[in-house]
């Protein structure tokens, strides 16, 4: 079992929709959370950063943590083309410094 | 405000050649890290660098190996390549903030490496 899973899509949705994209883990180590987006040919962009449980909103982005379940969710609410990319979750632990664990990334397609 | 760049973007290597890529980390940072993405995977950590020094060490062999220089800036090397090292190299830059804590990273757009 990898530490991190993260369903790999495509996720197509028309624009204006809500999305939902999750991972799952298995070190309960993890106490830092964060959702990455990667445009093609580009680096990775931080879109959101939580620590331990709970809930993060910025702007359209709700980020959710749920240690007992070991389950990170990212939701984008009306979502627009410009949202259309790969969204990787990525985490560590107190000690791990920079050495964040990354999911494999959800690939998305928001169509005009 | 420059970001975290790096060069060169694109580079084409042959199996057993050495290769080093370069990295200036975003004004203000003073810790560079490493990652390897192969396609549809997720960046694999490689290594850090703080006050030149290398902090951290992912599951890498030692044929990759790393330099930082005084003004922050780094290096990463690869010796004897191998089809498998054919991967997007991302640099990621961050402020420290001592032992036992997480860093927000910023990324560079990466440096894609074709061993062939």
């Known amino acids: 079992q990898k530490e991190v899973e993260q369903d790999p899509g495509p996720l197509s949705v028309p624009e204006g929709a809500i999305v939902s994209l999750n991972c799952t883990y298995s070190n309960s180590a993890f106490q830092y959370f964060m959702w990455y987006r990667q445009y093609s040919r580009k680096g990775p962009e931080l879109l959101m950063y939580?620590?331990?449980?709970g809930n993060k909103e910025d702007g359209r982005f709700t980020a959710q943590v749920d240690k007992s379940s070991k389950y990170i969710s990212l939701f984008i609410r009306d979502s627009q083309p410009s949202d259309s990319a790969t969204y990787l979750c990525?985490?560590?632990?107190?000690?791990?410094?920079?050495?964040?664990?990354f999911g494999k990334g959800t690939t998305l397609s928001v169509s005009s | 405000d420059a970001g975290v760049t790096q060069s060169p973007t694109h580079l084409i290597k042959t199996r057993g050649q050495q290769v080093t890529l370069r990295c200036s980390p975003k004004?203000?940072?003073?810790?560079v890290s490493w990652y390897q993405q192969a396609l549809g995977q997720g960046p694999q950590f490689i290594f850090q660098?703080?006050?030149?020094?290398?902090?951290q060490r992912g599951n890498f062999p030692d044929r990759f190996s790393g330099h930082q220089y005084p003004n922050y800036s780094s290096e990463l090397n690869v010796n004897a390549l191998l089809l498998g090292d054919s991967a997007l190299y991302l640099c990621a830059s961050s402020v420290r903030r001592g032992a036992g804590t997480n860093e927000k990273l910023f990324f560079g757009s990466g440096t894609q490496l074709s061993v062939l």
């Open positions: 990525a985490m560590s632990g107190v000690q791990a410094g920079t050495a964040l664990i």
């Open positions: 939580t620590y331990s449980s």
């Open positions: 004004s203000g940072h003073d810790t």
């Open positions: 660098y703080y006050e030149e020094e290398e902090r």
